[in-house]
């Protein structure tokens, strides 16, 4: 059997100007498709043109990826387009359908107050950040080399929050299994294998363009992470100066307290729990219909019936 050389592989004219979709890379990919992986990966290390070695190195890893059996197949090589349509079902559709129709988890309101509550702005932007990861690179592939490592890390980061979340909120969802709406509860874990599926291959893509990987990756998985702790942190201060002085401050003062809680609100959705519990902690009879006035002001609703839902 012939054995490849760089020949095989030069393409005509400048390499620079050269890419894996020119002619000189069909002809040679037609005519080394057929190699054995092992031949393959050997030239992949030698002293080749870059744009060649990269090339052999991606055949000798499809070549590879076809022995391979169903869960290997799901983390090596490129996606294929049933897997690229599971990505976007799982990975992008799946977690804004349960985020709008939410019954228990950071919303709350049909099981009482929500289970985790608490970290609502900052689990939304943990997954407005990770959606737009990965529809970029589900988009772009090869093209986003040169930011490979950073949203490599951004997805990795994705998989992780994804599975903690699936892990605290599962024995909700094991008991939701008895009325059927518990299965959505298992929505993150098919989250977090498509963060890390791609996450991973965004990864192999960064090393094979030869940067520094590691300092992409963590800086990217530090973006997604820090960036809605921020966002998290900034939004519950000007919360709870707003519902201070709505409880201690004189009409005027409350008044614009009223407005800053609205803006909160309505850019975030966060603060009304808060408003909700310095009314029910409040003991002044003037200060608490102060309170349920500036809730009823901004919702529309009796700040009681949120206090029952809280309370149940």
């Not at 004219?13 to 890419?19: F, K, L, N, R």
């Not at 080394?32 to 744009?51: K, N, S, T």
């Not at 709008?100 to 988890?105: E, G, K, N, Y």
């Not at 970290?119 to 772009?140: D, K, M, N, P």
Request: charged share 20%; proline share 5%; net charge neutral.
């Amino acid at each position: 059997m012939h054995q490849p050389t760089t020949n095989d592989f030069e393409p005509d004219g400048p390499v620079a100007e050269t890419t894996p979709g020119d002619a000189p890379f069909e002809f040679a990919y037609k005519s080394i498709h057929d190699y054995p992986p092992d031949v393959l990966r050997e030239f992949a290390h030698d002293a080749a043109p870059a744009p060649a070695r990269g090339a052999a190195r991606r055949w000798a890893s499809e070549a590879r990826d076809e022995s391979l059996g169903f869960w290997p197949r799901q983390f090596a090589g490129r996606a294929t387009r049933a897997q690229v349509a599971f990505d976007v079902i799982a990975g992008v559709a799946a977690p804004l359908l349960c985020l709008a129709f939410d019954p228990t988890v950071f919303r709350g309101g049909v099981t009482g107050a929500p289970v985790l509550g608490e970290f609502r702005l900052f689990a939304y932007s943990v997954i407005a950040i990770e959606i737009t990861t990965l529809l970029a690179w589900l988009a772009l592939g090869e093209r986003a080399r040169a930011w490979a490592g950073l949203l490599a890390g951004g997805m990795l980061a994705g998989a992780v929050f994804s599975l903690a979340v699936g892990l605290a909120i599962l024995p909700f969802s094991l008991a939701g299994l008895v009325i059927l709406i518990g299965v959505f509860g298992f929505t993150p874990f098919l989250t977090a294998l498509v963060f890390l599926r791609n996450g991973r291959r965004a990864l192999r893509e960064a090393r094979l363009a030869g940067s520094d990987t590691a300092a992409a990756l963590a800086l990217g998985a530090v973006l997604a992470i820090s960036i809605p702790l921020v966002v998290q942190r900034q939004t519950a201060r000007a919360v709870e100066r707003s519902v201070r002085e709505l409880s201690a401050a004189d009409g005027a003062r409350a008044e614009a307290a009223t407005r800053r809680l609205g803006r909160v609100h309505s850019l975030t959705g966060e603060g009304l729990d808060e408003l909700a519990w310095a009314y029910a902690r409040q003991a002044d009879p003037a200060r608490k219909l102060r309170l349920a006035r500036a809730y009823r002001d901004i919702t529309g609703l009796e700040v009681e019936h949120r206090l029952l839902v809280l309370n149940d």
